[in-house]
């Protein structure tokens, strides 16, 4: 069959069908990553990650400014053989101090930081994956040789399961996201560790979006858990405003990466502009913790502003919070209604999640004033109701009301229970 075929065929009408004309929209202006101007009116931005409103902070754009100004646009080339900056190894020696780790490898991308996985995912071996993991994580087992055994969504018990049945000697990997990203419910890491450690299993986290917002330092899952996995792995675009990813772990691990994984060696190097933002906005996360508490704060006041009107947050506890719609049709529905109403939201269909599971995923940053919280919240009233997915008779008088989770001191500092 023609190879192009299949292109042809997926015509606008199918698109629609599938919804994904949601995607890809165009939004012509930001405004303090806040709002943004979507289809000529400018409305509240709830879809991005910047979960510390870092990313219009004079002091990070002068950061990336300055870099431009000093080593230009791009390095035109791999870091490999084109030259590697002396700003690429501050920003990895920053990030594995920070994470606890003795070295990083940072990549123009956290999709690529999960990639560089795969030279340790050997034939024999075996990778432990959550079902509810980023799709990068999904890409290296893919790209690997290791045979993959999918647990249940944070079941700890089907991972034990999983653990028990494999044959003792192999190599084992289990994968986990620190914070999920599109239920917004936190990974169990002590359990994860526990077992890894009775089966000779290594853990890799993904603290995209836990970085910045877990822990006391704000250095995520592990820290919040006070437990190091082998690896942490995180996207650079969240709460440190830029564009890349890094991977962080034993030194001997990650000098074996950067020279056997193809993500690394074959790809070009992270903009000067983007590296030097990372840097800025580290310091500004470490140093000005009360942005930790303003996300934390709202995302508590958005969880029960939502569900004291009748809405649905599911198991999060973090400022990832999805709103339960089930049913494609009546997510993207909402999505287009809502942006009439003045909020965008991220509209989590099929791919990104399994049919059935569809969620409007809101975030906001500690950017965002109150008054935009409030218009968010009658907006999701006021679609709610028009779409008969709030009681008419009213909210309800009790709701189970969500407990952020918060800093607390870690219990320990020890590299937890590695094999
Ligand atoms: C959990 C998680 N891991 C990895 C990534 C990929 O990061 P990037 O967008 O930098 O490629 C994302 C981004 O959405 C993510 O949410």
């Not at 994580?137 to 991972?159: P, Q, T, Y």
């Not at 020279?259 to 190097?269: D, G, K």
Request: aromatic share 6%.
């Amino acid at each position: 069959m023609d190879v192009w075929e299949k292109c042809r065929s997926w015509t606008a009408s199918q698109l629609q069908e599938t919804g994904q004309d949601c995607y890809y929209q165009v939004i012509s202006d930001t405004f303090d990553g806040t709002e943004v101007t979507f289809a000529d009116r400018r409305i509240v931005m709830a879809a991005s990650h910047d979960y510390l409103g870092l990313s219009a902070d004079q002091r990070v754009r002068e950061a990336a400014m300055a870099a431009v100004r000093r080593f230009g646009t791009s390095l035109g080339g791999s870091r490999a053989i084109s030259g590697s900056l002396r700003l690429h190894e501050q920003l990895e020696e920053q990030l594995a101090q920070f994470l606890g780790q003795e070295s990083a490898a940072v990549l123009p991308s956290g999709y690529q930081a999960n990639l560089m996985l795969a030279p340790l995912l050997d034939k024999d071996d075996y990778v432990f994956s959550d079902l509810s993991n980023h799709a990068s994580l999904d890409e290296v087992i893919r790209l690997g040789e290791a045979k993959e055994r999918k647990f249940l969504h944070s079941n700890m018990k089907h991972l034990e399961e999983l653990l028990t049945t494999t044959r003792a000697g192999a190599g084992k990997t289990i994968l986990s996201d620190g914070i999920f990203s599109v239920e917004g419910d936190i990974c169990d890491l002590p359990a994860l560790t526990q077992l890894a450690g009775r089966h000779s299993a290594y853990v890799v986290l993904d603290s995209s979006h836990d970085l910045g917002v877990l822990g006391p330092k704000g250095a995520g899952a592990a820290e919040h858990y006070g437990v190091q996995p082998l690896l942490i792995t995180s996207a650079l675009s969240k709460s440190l405003a830029s564009v890349g990813g890094v991977i962080a772990g034993p030194a001997e691990v990650i000098r074996y990466l950067r020279f056997h994984a193809r993500t690394s060696l074959f790809t070009a190097a992270a903009s000067p502009a983007n590296v030097a933002a990372a840097l800025a906005a580290l310091e500004i996360l470490q140093t000005e913790p009360e942005r930790r508490q303003r996300v934390l704060n709202l995302a508590e006041r958005l969880h029960n502003g939502l569900r004291a009107l009748g809405y649905d947050t599911g198991a999060s506890t973090t400022p990832v919070v999805p709103v339960l719609v089930r049913g494609r049709e009546r997510c993207l529905r909402m999505w287009r209604k809502l942006c009439e109403a003045g909020v965008f939201t991220a509209p989590m269909t099929y791919p990104g999640v399994r049919a059935g599971r569809e969620v409007l995923r809101v975030t906001l940053t500690a950017a965002h004033t109150d008054t935009q919280l409030e218009r968010l919240l009658n907006a999701f009233e006021a679609v709610g109701l028009a779409e008969g997915v709030l009681p008419e008779a009213g909210p309800p008088r009790e709701y189970a009301p969500v407990r952020i989770t918060r800093p607390t001191m870690a219990t320990s500092t020890a590299r937890g229970e590695e094999p």
